[in-house]
């Protein structure tokens, strides 16, 4: 769950970056548009993600990695 989390919150991170570096939403764009059920969909799923990913922070032991 931790991998899909991250892999989901870079997809966000990069939508954002396109929105604010060009413009572009690249995820409304490729599913109907912001509004759309899809886009809304993705963007929750990406939101939950995010949220997540702030566990990651209280953990040991992060995607596999140890503390050594």
């Known amino acids: 769950m931790d991998a899909v989390a991250l892999i989901l919150t870079i997809v966000g991170a990069i939508n954002w970056g396109s929105i604010g570096i060009f ?35 209280f953990k040991d032991n992060v995607l596999g990695k140890d503390k050594n």
């Open 23 to 57: 413009g572009f939403d690249i995820v409304g764009s490729l599913f109907g548009g912001q509004l759309s059920g899809f886009s809304r969909i993705i963007f929750t799923i990406v939101g939950l993600a995010g949220l997540w990913a702030i566990t990651f922070f």
